[in-house]
């Protein structure tokens, strides 16, 4: 039969399947084909969590653990084939709770034993959502609660440039801006004049005049010392335009903020003219470094997405891009001495031995190329982004996962050696192999891989971790780009790794400070660390370059490392899980410079809501738009109100744990939202994920420790939390979000799903984002643009369908409602 024709069908039956936590679902084969699906000789490849496994003790099929998400579903002896028209139910059980649909099984391909080589597309696959409510989804009243809270602020008295400014005052003397008033700067400021005039041709159909003089109306950038080195001041009056600052990124971000007072609903056609209104503004951001971290090793993005998340990101005065370049599933920067690290590390496809690509992971199908699994930037990519975010201000981290998630890397150097040595080329063959061949340590990673781990005793490892740097730095170099350090990773290397590796046995016996698996790691960043310093660089990682594992009370804890605390080395601190809580400020205590990226309330992957439609992991939680707004970086604990499951902490959770001291803080170097990309196959997912919740990072980096941070009586801050909650969420609502319907052509980000409840025996709704439109039916149908527009309580009967638009006729989810 041709597998085209074969359909499936994935249905959640049961959560806290026979009282575990573990999920009863169903998958149907339907064979549509006028063949029949033999007993034997064919399998079913998929992605999903290795804890799958099919029902009761006779069940039709087998399924087999493959590596890292990858299973296959073969025949069992009770499987006697599957005639056409016929469909065959197989009942499957899996770990863990189906929270959403990113939990899902996906990437079905069929492969026929007798051609094991070819992968082919099956038929189409359905997922149903689950007709019950096992594990507490969010509920439309719960939604309501929620936002209850906010209030309506009229436009006209919010703050019109964001984020919020240090200081801020509206005088009310507007200034008429045409395409025919210029931009007067001199030639240090040149470059920051040229982007803004480059905007306003977008928005006035043609670029006004540069230029270094000129008296008479005009935007006037205008140098002044003794200001930071990112701080502007800026004046809007009658006669024009002034900003000033003492640098070129002050400068540009005094230009974002005049971008930020044009009306959003200017940008939707051409204007011949433009009111900005008259504001003095002086200011300068709270942390220096505001930093998102974009995934695209996992799922990759094209060029031109990670340029448009560029200029979203300079608009709202974020500096650091933080790339994640390679991991298990990909690696996707161009190194042209070892193009095996994209001729094969940068696809993924169906393969038995990952000799021409890796394997298909995370839904990404058969076919190479034929979807986010595959792709990379060459060099002349790489260069234009680097560019790109220079004359943006925007510094590029470069992150080379390592030693751990480097599957990919692993396998493209073992392509290398395979290619060399058939050649008679053995010392080339084994310059920049990545483990030792005659290892038999056996691990499985947190993502279930078995081979990810770079041997840290090999010689090659540091030949290769050299090149790979001195070409990107050369990359740097012709693209004018900044660059203090490189980001090596350093997270999730599983117990097990290195035990059986010859040559990490010849290192310990010539090495009296290399004296089990566990110093491998010290010796491993040591190394990279001096490799670094020799290029007058520093080393970042995540946080577990910075820590020890050592014996407490007879019990393994991890310890902020006292060998490397004075080496400059910059940690990103994700886990405040659990024990770990203070993590990031015993490392900041203990002189590690920290990037606060925290999980609970910085990690945009994660779901926005414990709802079945809503993508994305929980892992750590639901991290919807207030979770970055109301981190406290310096108390994080203050405001550490839900846990993973979103219900309340109580205070007393956190005593005894370690505070942060005031020498401490000044480790503190700033805030980033990781976007990890599991989930992310597409530019609307991603946007999707990132927007708006990105907007509460860029808040909480850049503004001013608000009162309620600080604030030691609980309903002063709570009563100033409200407050400034509701500004933020009007800001977004009313300027921001419809701003974002057009900079940049469009982003696709969240419409936020509307909150209501029965109360008085009408039906009430509310919504997150004032601004945006509710509409409603009664009749069962989905709301559109021509439903009725909710404005008060509705005395319907029967169930009542909501839905949230924004102004250009986009919508979120449907929230259902019954009346009594």
Do not use: C
Not at 45 to 55: E, G, T, V
Not at 93 to 120: A, C, H
Not at 208 to 222: D, N, Y
Not at 743 to 761: M, S
Request: neutral net charge.
């Amino acid at each position: 039969m041709n597998p085209n024709q074969l359909d499936l069908v994935w249905e959640v039956k049961q959560e806290k399947y026979q009282g575990k936590t573990q999920t009863l679902s169903t998958l149907t084969l339907k064979n549509t084909s006028q063949q029949t699906l033999p007993a034997t000789g064919w399998s079913l490849y998929f992605n999903a969590s290795p804890s799958l496994k099919p029902d009761g003790t006779n069940a039709p099929v087998k399924v087999e653990h493959i590596n890292g998400d990858l299973l296959r579903m073969v025949p069992a002896a009770s499987f006697k084939g599957l005639s056409p028209g016929s469909s065959l139910p197989i009942a499957i059980v899996t770990g863990g709770q189906m929270i959403n649909e990113s939990r899902v099984p996906d990437g079905f391909y069929f492969v026929w034993d007798e051609d094991n080589t070819k992968g082919l597309a099956v038929g189409d696959v359905t997922y149903l959502k689950p007709s019950r409510n096992d594990v507490g989804w969010i509920k439309a009243e719960e939604i309501y609660a929620q936002n209850s809270t906010i209030t309506d602020i009229p436009e006209a008295q919010l703050t019109k440039i964001f984020p919020s400014p240090a200081q801020y005052t509206e005088t009310g003397a507007a200034f008429t801006l045409t395409a025919d008033v210029p931009l007067v700067a001199d030639d240090r400021y040149s470059n920051v004049a040229n982007l803004l005039a480059a905007y306003l041709g977008t928005v006035f159909g043609r670029k006004p005049a540069v230029q270094a003089s000129g008296s008479g109306k005009a935007i006037r950038l205008q140098h002044k010392a003794g200001l930071g080195p990112e701080a502007y001041t800026l004046q809007v009056t009658s006669e024009g335009i002034l900003i000033s600052a003492s640098t070129p990124a002050g400068m540009f971000y005094g230009t974002q903020s005049v971008k930020s007072l044009i009306p959003p609903a200017a940008l939707a056609t051409t204007q011949k003219a433009l009111t900005i209104p008259g504001v003095e503004v002086q200011d300068a951001p709270r942390f220096g470094h505001r930093a998102f971290m974009m995934d695209v090793a996992r799922n990759f993005q094209k060029k031109e997405q990670v340029l448009k998340v560029l200029d979203l990101m300079a608009l709202y005065k974020l500096n650091v891009l933080h790339f994640h370049l390679n991991d298990d599933e990909g690696w996707r920067l161009e190194i042209p001495a070892l193009p095996e690290l994209t001729e094969l590390g940068s696809k993924r496809g169906h393969t038995l031995d990952d000799s021409q690509n890796l394997v298909s992971a995370l839904g990404s199908g058969p076919t190479v190329d034929a979807s986010s699994g595959s792709g990379y930037y060459s060099k002349a990519d790489f260069i234009e982004i680097l560019a790109y975010a220079t004359a943006r201000h925007i510094r590029v981290i470069p992150e080379i996962e390592t030693p751990g998630h480097a599957r990919a890397a692993i396998k493209a150097m073992d392509a290398r050696y395979t290619r060399l040595m058939a050649e008679g080329k053995k010392a080339e063959a084994t310059q920049y192999l990545l483990r030792d061949l005659n290892d038999k340590s056996v691990y499985r990673s947190v993502q279930n891989w078995n081979d990810n781990v770079i041997d840290v005793a090999l010689p090659s490892t540091y030949t290769f971790l050299e090149k790979v740097v001195d070409e990107m730095l050369a990359m740097y170099k012709e693209a004018g780009a900044p660059i203090q350090t490189v980001h090596f990773g350093g997270d999730e290397v599983p117990q097990g790794v290195w035990t059986k590796s010859p040559a990490v046995q010849q290192l310990m016996a010539s090495n009296p400070k290399v004296n089990n698996t566990d110093d491998l790691w010290y010796y491993y960043f040591g190394k990279v660390n001096d490799m670094l310093k020799a290029r007058k660089l520093y080393l970042s990682g995540w946080e577990e370059i910075g820590m020890r594992k050592v014996k407490q009370n007879g019990k393994t804890a991890y310890i902020a490392n006292p060998d490397f605390a004075n080496e400059n080395f910059h940690v990103d601190v994700w886990n405040n899980l659990g024990s770990n809580v203070d993590l990031a400020y015993r490392m900041a205590n203990a002189g590690y410079k920290v990037v606060l990226t925290n999980v609970t309330n910085l990690y945009l992957d994660l779901a926005y809501q414990k709802a079945y439609e809503e993508p994305g992991l929980n892992w750590g939680g639901y991290v919807d738009l207030d979770k970055p707004f109301y981190f406290i970086p310096f108390d994080y604990m203050k405001n550490m109100k839900v846990d993973t499951e979103n219900k309340p902490i109580s205070a007393s959770a956190f005593a005894g744990k370690e505070r942060l001291t005031e020498a401490g803080k000044k480790n503190i170097v700033g805030l980033q939202a990781p976007l990890w990309s599991e989930t992310v196959t597409t530019p609307e997912r991603l946007e999707y994920m990132l927007l708006p919740k990105l907007l509460g990072l860029a808040e909480r980096a850049w503004a001013p420790d608000p009162s309620w941070a600080t604030e030691t009586d609980a309903a002063k801050s709570e009563a100033a939390y409200a407050r400034d909650w509701s500004s933020f969420v009007n800001v977004l609502g009313k300027r921001e979000l419809p701003r974002l319907n057009y900079y940049g052509k469009g982003f696709q980000y969240r419409i936020p799903t509307a909150g209501a409840k029965t109360e008085n025996g009408k039906i009430v709704a509310n919504v997150q984002l004032p601004g945006l439109t509710i509409r409603y039916t009664t009749d069962g149908t989905e709301p559109t643009t021509q439903s009725k527009q909710y404005t008060g309580p509705i005395a319907a009967k029967g169930t009542v369908n909501f839905k949230v638009f924004d102004g250009t006729g986009r919508s979120g989810k449907v929230t259902t409602v019954g009346a009594n």
